[in-house]
């Protein structure tokens, strides 16, 4: 599912860069399609896989596809779309011109990285394409920092940003309320945020407390809103 989703956002979704309508070029589509089909391939079936995990990957994908550039693995490549090929993300970096602001806190400075840079483009494919997204990493790894610069980014005009910060104390009512709050009324059973589209940030996600039963309410009533597109209001009676 990760897979055809991230596809999708590529081919015919807000995904940035992947030019698959080419009238003037109709030989370069299945080389354009077979190689956006292979990134798709590496951030969903690899996305999650840790260093280790990511040299096996590589050399399972090397045996199976004879396509990509020989100095670093699969995961450290992005296609440019001008000239249809693989490029390191490395040179995202070298033509980026990095200085921070005079006032910014210190503790909302992020340095762009290799990681970064990858992170927050396929972040960018999935906010566009109204797509969830999971981003895991040790504490300390800068997901906040990057996920707020991301949501920064957006146009204000167009998106309304609902930030929301899990604790042990957070309720399934406590979530269900501070998402509705962003939130007016269109319909009885229908509430939208006000002509705009929103993108809500969990953070946190796992602080929740557990309930007598081992699951944890908050998560189940996302996971619900997620699956069904909706929930009980419990306004009524």
């Not at 001008?82 to 006032?103: I, R, S, Y």
């Not at 949501?151 to 910060?165: A, R, V």
């Not at 899990?166 to 309320?177: D, L, M, P, Y």
Request: aromatic share 12%; with cysteine.
């Amino acid at each position: 599912m990760a897979f055809t989703k991230l596809m999708d956002a590529f081919m015919i979704g807000d995904g940035k860069g992947a030019d698959f309508n080419q009238p003037n070029k109709p030989d370069s589509y299945l080389s354009t399609l077979e190689k956006w089909f292979l990134f798709c391939m590496i951030w969903s079936f690899g996305g999650t896989l840790d260093e280790t995990g990511r040299k096996t990957f590589d050399s399972v994908m090397r045996d199976i596809e004879s396509i990509f550039p020989g100095n670093y693995t699969v995961f450290d490549y992005y296609i440019n779309p001008d000239k249809n090929e693989w490029q390191g993300w490395e040179d995202k970096l070298n033509n980026l011109v990095w200085k921070p602001a005079a006032t910014a806190p210190y503790h909302s400075l992020l340095v762009p990285t290799v990681d970064s840079a990858r992170t927050k483009y396929i972040l960018q494919v999935c906010v566009n394409s109204k797509l969830h997204s999971l981003s895991v990493g040790v504490t300390g790894t800068g997901k906040t920092v990057l996920i707020n610069q991301i949501l920064g980014e957006l146009d204000e005009s167009n998106w309304k940003i609902n930030n929301i910060i899990f604790s042990s104390q957070t309720s399934a009512v406590k979530t269900q309320e501070m998402i509705e709050g962003k939130m007016v009324r269109r319909t009885k059973t229908k509430m939208v945020p006000d002509g705009k589209k929103m993108v809500i940030f969990v953070d946190d996600l796992n602080m929740p407390k557990k309930d007598t039963y081992g699951s944890q309410p908050p998560l189940e009533l996302l996971r619900q809103w997620m699956d069904y597109g909706g929930w009980f209001d419990r306004t009524q009676n």
